[in-house]
């Protein structure tokens, strides 16, 4: 990784639907060049894909919660990942430290909405239970580098 791949990193983070002309502008290549940078990037997993970020007002899911996660034996961080990833209300997820296996960023629609989605997360293989603060309101909400 050199910093013409990490240009092309930060460019399609902005904005995924660049184009190769873009990326190869702000990388300094041109756009086949930038093609098969790109193209490296993705087959050696550096980019594992791309995505449409939506902005969770316009779905009006506006009720929030951390949803600490444990689990019964040792799943995998894999495992764990895949067990969630059919879950939209699910945001963001990490592993964690401490006597929690996981701590989830859930959004829904309402209470009744995000109760529905914690039961579902629950109904998952590895999960044997969880626990959950609801959020009410944001004091600091950085965007992220």
Not at 67 to 85: F, K, S
């Amino acid at each position: 990784m050199d910093s013409i791949d990490e240009e092309i990193i930060r460019c399609v983070l902005r904005n995924a639907r660049s184009t190769y002309a873009e990326i190869g502008k702000a990388a300094g290549l041109s756009a086949p060049a930038a093609k098969r940078r790109l193209d490296r990037l993705v087959s050696t997993g550096a980019i594992r894909g791309f995505t449409a970020i939506v902005d969770p007002q316009t779905l009006a899911w506006r009720t929030e919660a951390f949803v600490e996660v444990y689990c019964r034996g040792n799943p995998t961080p894999g495992e764990l990942r895949q067990a969630l990833e059919g879950t939209p209300e699910v945001v963001e997820a990490c592993t964690v430290s401490g006597a929690a296996d996981a701590v989830l960023h859930m959004l829904a629609r309402d209470i009744t909405h995000l109760e529905q989605a914690i039961q579902r997360v629950r109904a998952t293989a590895p999960v044997e239970r969880t626990e959950s603060v609801i959020v009410l309101s944001r004091l600091i909400d950085r965007p992220r580098l």
